[in-house]
């Protein structure tokens, strides 16, 4: 099985398509102003994004990963865009797994709530929820893994803060049901936005990080043969929890100049494998030798998982 991992891409609007009503919250001027100072950091968005499906079509993955951040500042119109131009894939025969970031619902106002709406139709296609009556986590079997998707992105009215939060009815839902995925013997995907970490800490700006990031990595860490795939910091790297079985691997960003970044993963013969990718300034590549690679059978779980 190859599944691709991709996030950050961060669709923008001209200046002129921006409407006014959106654009008056504190937050969003926040934003603005990072978008006036960064623009040039993702001027080809849109080139870039039509050659990596290009990449895409070249290597005909089984599943696809977009772990957020769609559009920069969360504007209605960003995401009819952003949902246009993923039209493709959204439609293709091939699952594509995919949640907000917190530029997709950065503000807490009436467009916290378009992400929902726009996308509605594609949310449940592959995934569906859990537990009824919550939106999240979602879950999808796919030959011997099973993917959840645990949104991460609530929108907040303070300017700096892009921290992310579960709340706990969904964490536990979580726990559970990785619970019986690993009782199982398959491999788990854990889709979030934001990384394995609290605000304030090395890996992660200030105001960045996962408010539960502690009680997640305790669930991720008694699952074993399991990774938490995010975005949101525009750097890839792999972030050890358990040796030999339990790893966070960051996307970085698709589309920040110099830093472009996806991952490929691979689970073939009992073994996991991950390639780093990255833009050559003409096409979207792979390294030639993987970042990661350890072999499945090796975890063995010595007690029952215990959730936080």
């Known amino acids: 099985m190859k599944i691709c991992h991709f996030s950050d891409i961060h669709f923008r609007l001209s200046p002129g398509e921006m409407t006014l009503h959106e654009m008056l919250c504190a937050k969003r001027l926040f934003g603005g102003l990072n978008y006036f100072f960064r623009k040039k950091k993702f001027a080809d968005d849109r080139k870039k994004f039509s050659l990596f ?12 990963l977009f772990t957020g951040d769609f559009t920069s500042l969360g504007l209605t119109a960003e995401l009819h865009a952003a949902r246009k131009l993923f039209e493709p894939l959204l439609k293709g025969p091939d699952p594509l797994l995919f949640l907000a970031g917190n530029h997709d619902r950065y503000a807490r ?8 709406d726009i996308f509605s139709d594609e949310l449940d296609r592959w995934a569906r929820p859990i537990v009824p009556g919550l939106m999240y986590p979602k879950a999808f079997a796919l030959g011997n893994a099973m993917f959840f998707i645990q949104n991460t992105a609530l ?20 726990c559970q049901a990785l619970r019986s995925s690993c009782t199982n013997g398959k491999m788990s995907f854990i889709l979030g936005h934001h990384g394995l970490s609290g605000a304030g800490s090395k890996l992660f700006p200030f105001l960045h990080g996962l408010n539960q990031a502690e009680e997640l990595t305790a669930v991720i860490r008694q699952a074993g043969k399991a990774v938490y ?33 996806f991952w490929k993963y691979e689970l073939n013969a009992g073994k996991f494998t991950a390639w780093r990718g990255f833009f050559d300034g003409s096409e979207y590549r792979l390294e030639s ?16 998982m215990k959730c936080p």
């Open 53 to 64: 499906r290009s990449y895409l079509n070249r290597e005909s993955f089984d599943c696809l």
């Open 109 to 116: 106002d009436a467009g916290s709530s378009a992400f929902f």
């Open 155 to 174: 929108p907040n009215g303070m300017p700096a803060n892009a921290s992310g939060s579960i709340p706990r009815r969904e964490l536990d839902a979580l």
């Open 229 to 261: 795939v995010h975005g949101h910091v525009h750097r890839s790297f792999i972030q050890e929890i358990v040796p030999g079985s339990a790893y966070a691997i960051c996307a970085g960003s698709l589309t920040h100049q110099g830093r472009e970044s």
């Open 289 to 304: 030798q993987p970042a990661l690679s350890f072999q499945l059978n090796e975890f063995h779980q010595s007690e029952e």
